[in-house]
């Protein structure tokens, strides 16, 4: 069945610092890819998504490309806040299909 | 405009009881979905429902059943409370197309 890996973390940066939090997914047919955030405490709040191949999706500085040769959906972001700190959760879904998860990636930004 | 609607906010249960969990869609959205988050893990779909009918459907055993009423809002429920249930419980709604998730603040059981 459908699937999404996402990279181990957590993953801590600087203030500043450059992110990039791997994903890849295994799926049949052409799946739309999203990216959740989750601040403690909280529910998951969609943070951007892409429908097609090659699409770029972005939101509050954060972007991700859909990769279909590469079946990857990695998210990037320039310079990272302490106020990003969460966790990042890559998705995917086939039409009126339910959200498929990966586990997460804990995000710790410090000053 | 209101976005999605869980209730309670927490709750202790004790082993082998049974739990409702409750969720009001988001305005203009018509299909419910359930999901469990583990601590540390990612969420893990239980259930959605679409015109009061069942229409998909996770590895999750019989213990747990809902139901969508006319009004589109819906009820989570788990029979015979294990220790393993304890977990952040998700709501999300949608229009039907599958892709406009709203996600609700959850409903973190925990079962002692």
């Known amino acids: 069945g459908d699937s999404v890996t996402q990279m181990e973390g957590p993953v801590t940066l600087s203030e500043e610092a450059f992110l990039t939090i791997n994903c890849t997914y295994t799926?049949?047919?052409?799946?739309?890819l999203f990216w959740y955030v989750q601040y403690p405490g909280e529910g998951l709040q969609l943070l951007l998504k892409a429908t097609k191949a090659d699409d770029k999706g972005s939101n509050k500085g954060f972007e991700a490309t859909y990769r279909k040769e590469t079946t990857s959906f990695h998210l990037e972001k320039g310079s990272v806040q302490v106020s990003d700190s969460a966790v990042y959760f890559c998705a995917l879904n086939q039409a009126g299909t339910a959200l498929i998860f990966g586990k997460g990636t804990t995000l710790s930004v410090s000053s | 405009d209101a976005g999605v609607t869980q209730s309670p906010t927490h709750l202790i249960k004790t082993r082998g009881q049974q739990v409702t969990l409750r969720c009001s869609p988001k305005s203009g959205h018509d299909t419910v979905s359930w999901y469990q988050q583990a601590l540390g893990q990612g969420p893990q779909f239980i259930f959605q429902y679409y015109e009061e009918e069942e229409r998909q459907r996770g590895n999750f055993p019989d213990r747990f059943s809902g139901h969508q009423f006319p009004n589109y809002s819906s009820e989570l429920n788990v029979n015979a409370l294990l220790l393993g249930d304890s977990a952040l419980y998700l709501c999300?709604?949608?229009?039907?197309?599958?892709?406009?998730?709203?996600f609700g603040s959850g409903t973190r059981l925990t079962v002692v």
């Open positions: 999300a709604s949608s229009s039907g197309d599958g892709y406009g998730y709203t």
């Open positions: 799926a049949t047919g052409y799946p739309s």
